[in-house]
C-alpha cells in the first residue's frame, strides 16, 4: 500500500540527527513494547510480513507522529484485536473482561534463546524455475495495490540489473493477508541513480531492492 | 527491568504516573499475562538478550576476523549466512545474510525505506536514526548527504551503493581495514568497528582513534 512507511525519496524529514552514546532503549517502556511484541508473535498466529502491514495501516499523520516503538504497540493492538486476544474494550479499560482465546503455543523464558537463535527463515524450496540469472536486465512493474507489498514506489517501473540470486522465499503480499506463503524467487536488483531519480541524479550512486520474482518483468 | 510488579499495571489510581504510551504498554502487558498469552520471565530474557548479549561487538568480531584470516574473508563472501553463524551469531532477523565490502573504489551503505530492517544478529537493535523519517527518506536519494550528517565525506568520485532491505536479506558492510594495523590481534581490530562502519554511515576507526 502506499501508506506513510513507503519513504524513500520523500522530502522535508529534515537532517538524521545521530545520537552520541544513543542508549538501547529511551525509557523502559521500549523495552517492554519490544519483548510484548517478539513474545505475542512467538504465539504463532500471524506472520512477520502481517506484523509490518498492521504498522502500515497506521493513518499517515499517526504512523509520522509516533516513535518507533509506539507503531509497533499500535500494530500489536490491532493484531490482538484482529486476532481475538483481547478486545479494543478491553485495551481501553485495562480490564480482563473476555475468557480468553487459547494461543498455539506461548513463549516460556526457557524457550527464548532457541526460538531468537532459530529466528524465522523464510527460504523455501523452489516450486518454479528461476527465471532470471545475474546480470540480467529487468523492469520491475507499476502497480499500486492497496495490501501489502514490498515494491517501494520508488522502484517501480524502473530498468535495474539482476545483481544476486537468494533462492525462493515467502511472498509478503500474500502472507500479509492470510493468503499463504507462496514462495517465489527473490533477486536483488541494482539501479542506478540516475534511472531513479532522473535529472540531477548522483551519477556514482547505484540503488538496490530485493525483489521477488512476480515484481520483474525480462527488459 | 525484572523488579516491576505485573499486579499493579491497571491500577488506574497509578495511571497518573505514567505518560499515556508507558500506561497503554503497561495495561497490554499485564492483560496478556493476565489472559496468558505470554510469560513475564521470557519478556525479561528477551530484553536481557539484546542489552547484554546481542549487539554490534558481535559483527565487530565478523569484521574483524574477515580482516585477519583470507579463508574466513572468502567464506564470508561465498555464503554471510553460515560464515558468520561459525562464530555463534544467528537467528531472528540475520537468517539470511550478505556481506558487502567497501573497497577504495566502492562504498556501501544499508537502509530499510519500508520499516526498520537491520542485522540484529550482528549488530543488535537499531538506532532511533536508523528507523526514522530523515534516514530512511533520504538514503536512497542522497546518501551522500546523509553522510555529511555524520561527518564522513567521500571522494566525489567514489561510487556508493546503498542496499535497500526489502525482503528478509540482511546486509553487513564490511569496512576497509585502516592502514597501519599490520599484525594487531582480532580483538584489537575489533575496536576500529564501529556499529555505523557497519551499516555503512561511518569507516572504520583509524588507530590514532583509539587509546593506546
Given at each position: 500500500m502506499n501508506g506513510a512507511q513507503d519513504l524513500g525519496g520523500q522530502m522535508g524529514f529534515g537532517p538524521v540527527a545521530p545520537e552520541k552514546d544513543?542508549?538501547?532503549?529511551?525509557?523502559?517502556w521500549e523495552a517492554r513494547a519490544l519483548a510484548v511484541t517478539l513474545a505475542a508473535g512467538g504465539m504463532g498466529h500471524w506472520s512477520i510480513d502481517e506484523s509490518r502491514h498492521a504498522r502500515e495501516s497506521l493513518r499517515p499523520a499517526d504512523y509520522l507522529s509516533s516513535s518507533y516503538y509506539e507503531i509497533w504497540i499500535k500494530g500489536l493492538s490491532t493484531l490482538l484485536e484482529r486476532h481475538g486476544f483481547l478486545s479494543a474494550e478491553e485495551m481501553v479499560s485495562g480490564e480482563v473482561s473476555q475468557v480468553p482465546a487459547q494461543p498455539k503455543r506461548v513463549l516460556k523464558a526457557e524457550m527464548v534463546p532457541g526460538a531468537l537463535a532459530k529466528g524465522?527463515?523464510?527460504?523455501r524450496p523452489a516450486?518454479?524455475?528461476?527465471r532470471f540469472r545475474p546480470g540480467d536486465k529487468v523492469r520491475t512493474i507499476n502497480m499500486n495495490p492497496t495490501g501489502h507489498t514490498r515494491l517501494p514506489r520508488y522502484a517501480r517501473a524502473k530498468l535495474g540489473t539482476i545483481a544476486l540470486v537468494h533462492g525462493a522465499h515467502v511472498f509478503p503480499d500474500t502472507s500479509a493477508h492470510g493468503q499463504g506463503e507462496q514462495p517465489q524467487w527473490l533477486y536483488t536488483v541494482a539501479f542506478t541513480g540516475p534511472e531513479l531519480w532522473?535529472?540531477?541524479?548522483?551519477?556514482t550512486l547505484s540503488v538496490s531492492i530485493d525483489a521477488w520474482e512476480s515484481y520483474l518483468e525480462p527488459a | 527491568m525484572s523488579g516491576h510488579d505485573h499486579h499493579h499495571h491497571h491500577d488506574h489510581e497509578h495511571d497518573n504516573h505514567f505518560t499515556p504510551i508507558e500506561a497503554r504498554v503497561r495495561a497490554l502487558e499485564s492483560l496478556m499475562v493476565e489472559k496468558g498469552y505470554v510469560d513475564p520471565a521470557a519478556l525479561d530474557v528477551i530484553i536481557d538478550t539484546y542489552e547484554t548479549?546481542?549487539?554490534p561487538r558481535n559483527g565487530a568480531r565478523v569484521v574483524a576476523k574477515a580482516w585477519s584470516d583470507p579463508a574466513y574473508a572468502a567464506r564470508l563472501k561465498q555464503d554471510a549466512t553460515a560464515a558468520i553463524a561459525e562464530l555463534g551469531y544467528t537467528g531472528r532477523q540475520g537468517e539470511h545474510m550478505v556481506s558487502v565490502w567497501n573497497t577504495p573504489d566502492e562504498h556501501n551503505m544499508v537502509v530499510c525505506t519500508l520499516c526498520s530492517c537491520y542485522p540484529w544478529s550482528v549488530l543488535g537493535l537499531p538506532p532511533v536514526w536508523y528507523k526514522s523519517p530523515p534516514y530512511r527518506s533520504r538514503a536512497v536519494i542522497d546518501p551522500r548527504g546523509v553522510l555529511a550528517e555524520f561527518g564522513v565525506t567521500l571522494p566525489e568520485a567514489k561510487r556508493i551503493r546503498v542496499w535497500?532491505?526489502?525482503?528478509e536479506i540482511r546486509y553487513l558492510v564490511i569496512p576497509e581495514r585502516p592502514a597501519g594495523t599490520e599484525g594487531w590481534s582480532e580483538e584489537r581490530l575489533a575496536d576500529l568497528v564501529t556499529r555505523d562502519a557497519m551499516i555503512g554511515t561511518g569507516l572504520a576507526r583509524q588507530p590514532a582513534e583509539v587509546a593506546a
Open positions: 544513543e542508549p538501547l532503549f529511551h525509557a523502559p524465522g527463515p523464510t527460504e516450486t518454479s524455475p528461476q532522473g535529472r540531477g541524479a548522483d551519477p | 548479549k546481542v549487539g535497500d532491505s526489502t525482503a
